[in-house]
C-alpha cells in the first residue's frame, strides 16, 4: 500500500534554529512528491515538486530535498510567520484515483521569537 | 482574484440532511479534486474529475455524489448526512493528468453535523 509518514508530528523551533523535516514514503512508482504549507483554516499552499532522486528546490529559507525513500525540508534560521503546518505528499503510478495525492498527516512547526 | 473558490466557507446542519458544496476555479485547469481532511487533520482523497472521467476513491460512501457541471465547476453533494461526515472538505485543481502538476486547493469548507 502507498504510504507517506512525516516527523516529527510537532516541532517547536525558536527563531533562527535551523532544522529539517522528514517525509518517508513507500510507493510503487513515485511521480512526484509534493509539498505545502497549511495555515490553520486555510486549504494548503504549494511550495515544491520534486520529481527524482538527488534533486534539490529552494524558496526563502526552505529546501527540500529527495532520496529514493524520502524527502527532507529544511528549514534555515526560522523566523515566527514560518509557523504552520507542512504537508508531504506523493503522486504514485498506478494509483487508483488517477493523480490524486498521497498525503501525510502533517508537521506542525512553531518558531517563537 | 481567487484561484479556487468554494461556498459555503461553513455549513452546520442537522442528521439526515442532504447538502452540496460548490467548487470553481479560475486556472483554466483540466482536473478537479475533493479531499476530505479529518480531526486529526489528515488529508485523504475522496474524488478526481478529468474530462467528464471521474475517479472515485473506493471508500467513499455513495452518499457523495460529484457534480461537474462544466470544467470550471465541481460540486459535492452529500445525502443523509452521518456524524461522520464533519470534517473540512477541500477542493482542488490542476493542470491536467499527464503529468506531476502541482495542485491548487481551496480555502475549504468546515462541514459539522449535529
Known amino acids: 500500500e502507498d504510504q507517506v509518514t512525516q516527523s516529527p508530528e510537532a516541532l517547536r523551533l525558536q527563531e533562527g534554529e535551523s532544522s529539517s523535516l522528514n517525509c518517508s514514503y513507500t510507493?510503487?512508482?513515485?511521480?512526484?512528491l509534493f509539498w505545502y504549507r497549511q495555515d490553520p483554516g486555510k486549504g494548503p499552499e504549494f511550495l515544491f515538486t520534486?520529481?527524482?532522486a538527488g534533486e534539490e528546490k529552494e524558496k526563502e529559507r526552505l529546501k527540500a530535498t529527495l532520496t529514493k525513500k524520502e524527502s527532507f525540508l529544511h528549514i534555515t534560521a526560522p523566523k515566527p510567520e514560518d509557523s504552520a503546518t507542512y504537508l508531504c505528499?506523493?503522486?504514485?503510478?498506478?494509483?487508483?484515483?488517477?493523480?490524486?495525492?498521497?498525503f501525510g498527516k502533517g508537521t506542525t512547526l512553531s518558531v517563537s521569537s | 482574484d481567487t484561484a479556487v473558490s468554494q461556498t459555503p466557507k461553513y455549513l452546520v446542519t442537522q442528521m439526515g440532511n442532504d447538502k452540496s458544496i460548490k467548487c470553481e476555479q479560475n486556472?483554466?485547469?483540466?482536473?478537479m479534486y475533493w479531499y476530505k481532511q479529518d480531526s486529526k487533520k489528515f488529508l485523504k482523497i475522496m474524488f478526481s474529475?478529468?474530462?467528464?472521467?471521474?475517479?472515485i476513491n473506493e471508500t467513499v460512501p455513495n452518499r457523495f455524489s460529484p457534480k461537474s457541471p462544466d470544467k470550471a465547476h465541481l460540486n459535492l453533494h452529500i445525502n443523509s448526512l452521518e456524524l461522520g461526515d464533519s470534517a473540512v472538505y477541500f477542493c482542488?485543481?490542476?493542470?491536467?493528468?499527464?503529468?506531476?502538476?502541482?495542485?491548487?486547493f481551496g480555502p475549504g469548507t468546515r462541514l459539522t453535523v449535529l
Open positions: 486556472l483554466g485547469h483540466d482536473t
Open positions: 474529475y478529468n474530462n467528464k472521467e471521474l475517479i
Open positions: 482542488a485543481s490542476s493542470q491536467g493528468t499527464s503529468g506531476n502538476y502541482e495542485q491548487f
Open positions: 505528499a506523493v503522486q504514485a503510478w498506478g494509483v487508483q484515483a488517477g493523480t490524486a495525492l498521497i
Open positions: 520534486l520529481y527524482s
Open positions: 510507493v510503487s512508482g513515485l511521480r512526484g
